[in-house]
């Protein structure tokens, strides 16, 4: 059992005064209420919640069954590449087309940039309803691009979208571009 012990003050002169009983403080009570208040309050507060995004991925093929590979034609395209210090670069070639720093243009994530750049690609394509947004991050990219990238396809409802790695050609040019070499 915790106590508080009082000690008693002599007084060597003067009125001679009754004597009092020492104060005994029973703090066990007061240590059960705390460890009853810690456990209600652990109980009833919210954890933060994971923020999370839900990703549509095809579904896996089943043992045996052959997919056959759909060809996509550019003019239904857009690549994006997230660079670093918040840059972003795209183009509607393909791998032979992208030949210097000079066909990779440059962007920003304004209202005048990535939204206009995929309404303009929209209304350029063959087949707007097959319109297909390609996402490729770089090494120098950082994790807030990427989800303000994916904002965007939810402001420009763009329903078809792809996260992909950077190939070889494009990292060449990419790196020419920032000044990389």
């Not at 303009?120 to 394509?125: I, L, W």
Request: charged share 30%; hydrophobic share 35%; glycine share 6%.
């Amino acid at each position: 059992m915790a106590e508080v012990q009082v000690q008693d003050k002599h007084n060597k002169g003067g009125k001679v005064r009754s004597k009092k009983h020492n104060a005994r403080v029973d703090m066990t009570p007061m240590v059960d209420l705390g460890f009853l208040l810690i456990t209600f309050f652990m109980f009833t507060t919210t954890f933060s919640k994971p923020n999370i995004m839900d990703m549509k991925l095809p579904a896996k093929p089943k043992p045996g069954e052959v997919i056959a590979q759909s060809e996509i034609d550019l003019s239904n395209s857009i690549t994006f590449l997230l660079g670093k210090d918040d840059r972003i670069f795209y183009h509607q070639l393909e791998r032979s087309s992208l030949t210097g720093p000079e066909k990779l243009q440059e962007t920003t994530f304004d209202r005048d940039g990535v939204e206009k750049v995929i309404d303009d690609a929209k209304k350029r394509a063959k087949k707007p309803e097959l319109f297909t947004v390609i996402i490729k991050p770089t090494d120098d990219s950082n994790y807030k691009n990427f989800v303000d990238l994916l904002d965007e396809m939810a402001i420009t409802k763009s329903e078809r979208y792809g996260i992909g790695k950077v190939n070889p050609e494009e990292l060449k040019v990419y790196d020419q571009k920032v000044g990389i070499k």
